[in-house]
């Protein structure tokens, strides 16, 4: 099962490299991973998602939490939560294709943000999903160049991830 | 001088890494010099509080640190030198990681503006250890020095321990360039608050289970002894009279020689520890991780076994193994809540169930019971360890290398005291015999310490024979010579037809004379009778390091052994039977 994973770590040189090689020494999956400073400067977010069966996921979480510069993390599938990715996608926008990139963009919400004669770039924000969903929409364009940010989540309501 | 310029005293950052050792109450420091602390060895030079050790060769050093731990459960501290030194010093690290035993390492680098050049020595220390420390840290700016030896050591030495890493650029050792110097009294760290007492509901539960249960069983690992809980365990299994295995590094934890004790269990356990951990209906796993070589196969683990898992790592407990009742928190004060619940509830677990659970373990106990055919001309390693055993009084320490001779004086020393059993377990390094001992040896002058080797693994750290003249070690070398990578033999004898693939020495040194030519006394023991006087002779010479050569049967192998992919009771017991 796929699981969003929100890591607070200490903002030290070597931190990153130390998660990333726990995921790699111990075979675990990455399938997006994001990372940037907080409000506090001490303190990187980093949200990761993988998955695997629950004892896999246990393992994660608390081989994580073992790790000297994590603060604090939470699996964000245990309670209601948002995601959000971005998405940059050049596609090629010549004859009909114009037309029909820029009502799909529309469809899916998304905005032009560079054009050129022959080309669109379309940036998208929304769930993994919507975006797997706008890249199959766009079946019959060709698309140049794909661009996401990793998903980005954070709970709903007043649960916090914060020191 | 005021008392504030006192208290403001100004070191290099070379001379604050030695001060610092020395306010954490480092005795000896064991390393090898190179370019990169070249600064650190003056500052050492010009001081008497840290001893150094010279070693011949980087991982001896990691090693002396690490069997220095294990037999005092402080941890041990280590100073190698940037590029290669840095590298030899990795097995040693490993070792230690694998066995969660603190150390301290501190590894020269070349200069901060050089990293990353390729520059001469340069390597990325910091990402080689990564996997294989608990913590690595490198020093950016020498004021802060202090704070990051202090805050390795707590590291190394708190939770489940285990080796931290500290790599200083040479830039930050200059002796011209001072700074206040500060040793903090304690280290508070947001993202790193070991868990210390565990779960009072759970640790009742755990008694209830433990009053309740019909067939208990006690297995007890290495967390034990580094976690100082010995004598509540052995309160504890006494109180309730539960038979008590332990794990390869669990040995001495509980006295080998009470009857309560059944052996080693797993992958050489004996027959009666994988018997009654199979049939058990509770497990109380203390201080032990149900690794590889004691489960076999996990899917056919003790089919009736509720078990109770106290562990200080929480990544440990249903890791292979799933726990019913989890208690995360350090094993002695743990145990010592169980023992006061236990007292208070005056309860014990049925007796009539108790005693015919002792009565089937008393009968597993006649099938195999360690034995061995002493008959044949050539002498039986088992015979050999249980004659040092003899002469030592079972009261030494005892350090192994790796392979058959570690498994022999696993099986047939017989450990009544922890911290006297000294191993690689996790790693399974040989070489690690002969540096662990010098290590207790140069701490514990006055004990009797053995190293109990092979031909094998003796040779991958000889060189260090030399260290142990220059530092007057009276280690004893047991070194129980077939031939052959005995371990390596006996897999090829069971798995591969007998085909003997690069397991056998055909160019071996006259240890003898190899002991002699470094400066100590070499005996040869060829014949059986040979074999007492030898030993007596060895131990009588209590200053010398002695090499004992001793020539063993090569056809010996270790039993019981798990039969691969089978159910922890399902073993092979000897060249001919099986279970």
Not at chain 1, 65 to 94: F, G, P, Q, W, Y
Not at chain 2, 275 to 302: E, P, S, Y
Not at chain 2, 401 to 430: C, E
């Amino acid at each position: 099962m796929r699981h969003i994973i929100s890591v607070l770590l200490e903002n030290e040189s070597g931190a990153l490299a130390r998660l990333v090689g726990l995921f790699a020494q111990r075979g675990y999956n990455i399938d997006s991973l994001t990372v940037a400073p907080t409000e506090d400067a001490t303190l990187s977010r980093l949200t990761l998602v993988t998955h695997g069966n629950d004892q896999v996921i246990e393992q994660i979480t608390k081989q994580l939490h073992k790790l000297i510069e994590v603060v604090k993390l939470t699996d964000l599938n245990e309670s209601a939560h948002l995601e959000r990715e971005l998405m940059l996608i050049k596609v090629k926008a010549s004859g009909a294709a114009r037309d029909e990139v820029k009502r799909c963009a529309d469809i899916f919400r998304g905005q032009i943000i560079d054009v050129t004669a022959t080309t669109y770039t379309v940036q998208l924000v929304g769930t993994s999903d919507k975006l797997d969903a706008f890249i199959q929409a766009l079946a019959g364009t060709t698309i140049l160049e794909v661009v996401r940010s990793g998903v980005s989540g954070i709970a709903r309501g007043e649960k916090t991830l914060a020191l | 001088m005021t008392s504030q310029s006192k208290q403001t005293e100004m070191l290099s950052g070379a001379a604050m890494v030695i001060r610092a050792l020395a306010d954490e109450g480092v005795e000896y420091l064991y390393g090898y010099p190179g370019g990169a602390v070249l600064h650190i060895y003056d500052a050492l030079f010009q001081q008497t509080k840290v001893k150094h050790v010279l070693v011949r060769h980087e991982q001896a050093a990691t090693h002396m640190a690490d069997a220095y731990a294990r037999a005092s459960g402080k941890a041990g501290a280590v100073l190698v030198t940037s590029g290669p030194g840095a590298t030899n010093a990795v097995t040693g690290i490993a070792t230690a990681y694998m066995d969660s035993i603190p150390m301290v390492v501190l590894t020269g680098q070349v200069m901060s503006h050089l990293i990353g050049d390729d520059a001469f020595q340069e390597t990325d220390m910091l990402g080689i250890s990564r996997p294989i420390c608990k913590h690595n840290m490198s020093v950016r700016r020498p004021e802060d020095i202090p704070a990051i030896i202090k805050k390795a050591f707590y590291i190394a030495q708190s939770g489940r321990p285990g080796p931290v890493v500290i790599d200083i650029p040479k830039d930050m050792t200059i002796p011209s360039q001072t700074f206040p110097y500060h040793y903090p009294s304690e280290v508070k760290l947001r993202s790193y608050q070991p868990k210390l007492k565990g779960h009072s509901g759970q640790i009742k539960k755990a008694v209830t289970a433990l009053l309740a249960a019909k067939k208990p069983i006690l297995y007890a690992g290495g967390g034990v002894i580094m976690g100082g809980a010995s004598n509540e365990l052995t309160e504890l299994a006494q109180l309730l009279n539960l038979p008590v295995t332990n794990t390869l590094m669990g040995l001495g934890c509980y006295p080998a020689s009470d009857i309560q004790f059944i052996g080693m269990l797993g992958m050489h356990g004996s027959y009666e520890a994988n018997q009654t951990m199979h049939h058990a209906d509770l497990i109380l796993a203390v201080g032990a991780r149900f690794d590889d070589r004691v489960t076999n196969n996990t899917k056919k683990f003790c089919p009736d076994a509720t078990i109770i898992h106290i562990d200080i790592d929480p990544a440990s407990i249903s890791k292979t193994i799933n726990a019913h009742i989890p208690i995360v928190g350090l094993v002695q004060p743990v145990l010592s809540e169980m023992l006061a619940l236990l007292h208070h509830k005056k309860k014990k677990p049925d007796s009539a169930a108790m005693k015919k659970w002792w009565q089937q373990i008393y009968e597993w106990r006649t099938v195999h019971g360690g034995r061995y055919d002493n008959a044949a001309p050539q002498l039986k390693p088992q015979y050999v360890i249980e004659q040092v055993s003899k002469i030592t009084k079972g009261d030494a320490f005892v350090c192994s290398d790796v392979g058959q001779h570690q498994m022999f004086a696993a099986q047939y020393y017989g450990f009544n005291k922890p911290n006297r059993w000294i191993n690689s377990g996790g790693l399974g390094t040989m070489g690690f015999g002969l540096p662990a001992a010098m290590g207790v040896k140069l701490n514990y002058p006055d004990a009797d310490v053995v190293c109990v080797t092979g031909e094998g693994s003796i040779q991958m750290n000889i060189q260090e024979l030399s260290t142990c003249k220059q530092y007057g070690l009276g280690v004893k070398i047991i070194n129980l010579n077939n031939g052959y990578l005995g371990m390596v033999k006996q897999w090829q004898d069971m798995n591969y037809e007998s085909r003997y693939a690069s397991s056998y020495m055909d160019s071996l040194p006259d240890f003898v004379k190899l002991a002699e030519a470094y400066g100590h006394v070499g005996i040869r023991v060829t014949e059986p009778e040979q074999l007492i006087p030898a030993l007596e002779r060895a131990f009588a010479l209590k200053d010398q390091l002695v090499f004992l050569d001793i020539h063993i049967d090569p056809k010996e192998h270790v039993y019981p052994m798990q039969i691969p992919g089978g159910a922890m009771n399902e073993m092979f017991l000897s060249k001919t039977e099986r279970t």
